[in-house]
């Protein structure tokens, strides 16, 4: 959340040829409602179950770029059923520019808001990004690449993303 995938991963694709995907607004689309009315009025275990299902629609394709939800290799098999399917990035961003770039956003994230649906105020915020980060960290290290990309420009980030999966090719290759 908030390390640039959906708007790195339309730039990866095209620097690859491949398509591009990306899984939450495939799930906005077809439910009809942003991610955070499907939180609020389903819950979270409800969108975990579409999440799935529509990662499961991904699996087979070939030649695409798909951007996955946070949250998305947490839930049952998705990390070691995705890591089957192809290669895994995993966008490094510290927490403190998670902060940044996601404070300033008309995006809502509901897993950042208190019970009510209000925003938190600026410290239990960065507190609550620190701790879904630190929850998640065991899942993201499993990802076949890490590219760091909290200092980077969207172009530098897809140079490396781009760099990082030819070079990961080559090698699993020979």
């Known amino acids: 959340m908030g390390c640039g995938k959906s708007s790195v991963g339309p730039l990866v694709a095209n620097a690859l040829g491949y398509a591009f995907v990306d899984l939450d607004e495939d799930i906005v689309r077809e439910v009809g409602m942003p ?5 609020s009025a389903e819950g979270e275990a409800a969108f975990r179950t579409i999440e799935t299902a529509k990662l499961r629609e991904t699996f087979g394709r070939n030649r695409v770029t798909i ?12 990390l070691n059923d995705t890591l089957e399917q192809g290669v895994v990035v995993f966008l490094h961003v510290p927490a403190a520019e998670l902060f940044r770039r996601l404070s300033g956003g008309q995006v809502e994230r509901p897993l950042l808001r208190d ?8 410290e239990v915020f960065l507190q609550n990004i620190e701790t879904l980060l630190a929850k ?3 899942i993201y290290r499993r990802a076949h690449l890490c590219v760091e990309s909290g200092n980077k420009s969207m172009q530098e980030t897809t140079k490396a993303i781009v760099h990082a999966i030819t070079g990961w090719d080559k090698v699993t290759a020979g």
Request: glycine content about 18%; proline content about 0%; aromatic content about 4%.
């Open 35 to 39: 991610i955070d009315a499907i939180f």
């Open 67 to 78: 951007a996955l939800g946070g949250g998305t290799l947490s839930t049952g098999t998705n």
């Open 115 to 122: 019970a009510t649906g209000r925003r938190h105020s600026a």
């Open 136 to 138: 998640r960290m065991a």
